[in-house]
């Protein structure tokens, strides 16, 4: 009966009804609902356990049977921390085939995701991956495409537009979103993202040029953590902790931290199926291998709406969002008389699905999924084109492409080294 129930379970799993990643992503929502036998349990594969992917680990309701990692070192930390007769693998491609796997998260560094999920969707597999979600414009199209055309779940790992106090505002998200489509700010809207108003762009992740060749440590295969990465001789600064330094791999604090806090905007001002129609920068000549920090990016919708990020934060009393009727700042206060009692008399905004469980079962997108997500990572990724370009650009939301820019068009799908491909 137990045979014949688990076998029932895995058929039901693979048809396209699995509870997918985001079901452990959001710990809290299970904790403490019961305990759940290891038959009603989900199966996840982990890729790349040097970091976050150790993060997500005992979670109700799932149960870790494969981990992956290109460092030895990280694969047996990780199984001995794990324990219980994990299988291990050194190809992604093994563990993401494994029939036992109903859940792949991918932890590793941004160049492999689109590839990953890409390969995942493909198998059959739910996907929970971290941010951002993908390095190229390119691969978020093929990422798209691939969850849509297999039916999968797809959770990002960026959680603020639906739960916990969206940094320096000291709230969800949900009553900014409430209080923007009120009307009470008026419209259009800026939006400045500055640590005058909470946010921190970890400044810290640039990269190093004066990086020599070094001897590659033993038990770790740089060439398939390369990947689809041009090849650059090795050094330590380029791998695990301090990888966001370099465009070949990330975008330093912008491609770290960016979607972090672009998300959250891209919902509460509905834009979540559109991207800006200009961005400009203004920093120093980027190297074209080492990340350099900003002093100003700009992004401009077509309706007029902007989205500043400040890197310079010289402003101590700017507003985090004005419009032509008021303006909300640090600590979610306004300008506007009686904000809150206004904003208690309207309606909330539409209910996401922030229940992963729901989510799968019933079919139904998760709140941050791959076509939102692509949408607030496209912004990401327009901002690195333009710092590494230095100018201005114009974008087509539609086409998903610059307009008259073909430098910059090409960076929207660059090739990747061989034998890798999306």
Not at 383 to 408: C, H, T, V, W, Y
């Amino acid at each position: 009966m137990h045979k014949k129930k688990n076998e029932s379970r895995r058929r039901f799993l693979h048809q396209g009804a699995a509870i997918a990643a985001g079901f452990f992503i959001v710990p809290r929502h299970v904790i403490g609902r019961g305990f759940i036998p290891p038959s009603d349990q989900l199966t996840k594969g982990i890729i790349g356990v040097g970091g976050m992917g150790m993060g997500h680990v005992g979670y109700a309701g799932t149960r870790v049977v494969a981990i992956c990692d290109v460092d030895r070192g990280h694969l047996l930390n990780a199984e001995k921390k794990i324990g219980g007769g994990v299988k291990t693998f050194h190809d992604h491609r093994e563990l993401i085939a494994m029939p036992g796997v109903d859940i792949v998260h991918i932890a590793t560094p941004p160049h492999w995701h689109g590839i990953m999920a890409v390969e995942a969707a493909r198998a059959g597999k739910d996907i929970w991956c971290e941010k951002p979600m993908t390095r190229t414009i390119g691969e978020g199209r093929r990422v798209v495409e691939a969850v849509k055309q297999y039916g999968r779940m797809f959770r990002l790992n960026t959680w603020f537009r639906f739960e916990e106090n969206f940094y320096g505002m000291k709230t969800p998200v949900k009553p900014i979103k409430k209080l923007v489509q009120s009307g009470l700010l008026g419209w259009p809207l800026t939006v400045t993202v500055s640590k005058h108003t909470g946010f921190d762009w970890k400044f810290y992740w640039v990269g190093r040029t004066d990086l020599a060749t070094q001897a590659v440590p033993e038990g770790l295969d740089y060439d398939r953590w390369l990947g689809p990465a041009p090849y650059k001789p090795y050094h330590p600064h380029r791998v695990h902790g301090t990888f966001r330094g370099y465009w070949d791999y990330d975008g330093g604090g912008l491609g770290d931290m960016g979607q972090h806090y672009i998300d959250p905007i891209q919902y509460f001002l509905g834009k979540d199926d559109t991207s800006p129609v200009l961005v400009e920068v203004d920093a120093e000549q980027q190297h074209p291998d080492a990340c350099r920090t900003f002093r100003r990016i700009t992004y401009t919708y077509a309706d007029g709406c902007r989205i500043i990020l400040d890197g310079e934060a010289k402003d101590d009393k700017v507003a985090y969002i004005e419009g032509p009727k008021g303006k909300l700042y640090n600590g979610f206060r306004s300008d506007i008389p009686d904000m809150e009692a206004k904003l208690a008399a309207m309606p909330d905004p539409e209910p996401q699905v922030t229940d992963f469980l729901t989510s799968v079962r019933e079919r139904k997108a998760f709140a941050l999924n791959e076509s939102n997500g692509h949408r607030s990572c496209t912004i990401v990724n327009m901002g690195k084109i333009a710092l590494q370009l230095g100018r201005s650009l114009r974008f087509d939301p539609a086409a998903q492409r610059f307009i008259g820019d073909d430098e910059a068009n090409r960076m929207i799908d660059p090739p990747m080294r061989a034998p890798w491909t999306i």
